[in-house]
């Protein structure tokens, strides 16, 4: 009766260790601590115009520290012209405003606190100097571009030491910052930050997710 009562007592205990288990190796969602996520560009060409607006959600005031902080919708602007007016004035859905010439990059910018655009193509209307014109701008992504979350789980796939050296009890030590960018092709920027601010980067193909390139950068 006692050797039952003890092989009882042991069975019980190993039962006891293996349900704990999955609490304690439960696999980290780290698009949960996704710090910048651009998940959307939309894109206007001529000979005389260009016009790109980034869609993205991202912590304010954004800081490269390995913290991921309160994040906030923003909407992008950046206008390019042949030839540049005193005024600019820029209306995207209904949102807007005038524009800041930048010297260094000469182009035009304008960031709005707004949601991304869930759609193809957005109208774009420009008025430079009471001269008004209306343009089209098309989303680079298709139905064949992955998500940004899709985009880290590719990185975490490949670069799994450095995740799992970032992964302690539960949690992930660290932030990571996603963009979506694009160059005759969708690609996804994947940064990962540590708390030293450190920060190693990933360039991926945006629809098959294979590693191009990685780099560290210190912050």
């Not at 940004?148 to 050296?165: D, H, I, N």
């Not at 920027?189 to 780099?215: Q, S």
Request: proline residues 1%.
């Amino acid at each position: 009766m006692k050797k039952t009562t003890f092989f009882v007592g042991i069975i019980l205990s190993v039962l006891c260790a293996l349900c704990a288990l999955p609490a304690c190796s439960k696999q980290v969602n780290y698009s949960d601590y996704i710090s910048e996520s651009r998940s959307d560009v939309f894109l206007y060409r001529d000979d005389a115009t260009e016009i790109k607006i980034q869609c993205s959600k991202k912590e304010q005031p954004f800081c490269a520290d390995g913290y991921k902080g309160e994040m906030c919708d923003l909407v992008e602007i950046y206008v390019t012209l042949a030839k540049n007016p005193q005024v600019l004035e820029v209306q995207v859905e209904n949102l807007g405003g005038e524009m800041n010439y930048q010297a260094v990059t000469r182009q035009y910018y304008l960031s709005l606190s707004a949601a991304a655009f869930n759609k193809s193509g957005v109208e774009v209307t420009l008025t430079a100097d009471e001269k008004t014109e209306t343009y089209t701008a098309l989303s680079v992504k298709d139905d064949n571009v992955m998500s940004c979350e899709k985009a880290v789980e590719c990185v975490a796939e490949y670069a799994s030491e450095l995740f799992e050296g970032l992964t302690s009890n539960g949690l992930f030590d660290g932030e990571i910052f996603v963009r979506l960018l694009y160059d005759e092709g969708c690609y996804y920027y994947v940064g990962v930050c540590n708390k030293e601010k450190l920060v190693t980067a990933f360039l991926i193909d945006g629809e098959r997710g294979k590693v191009i390139a990685k780099k560290e950068i210190q912050g």
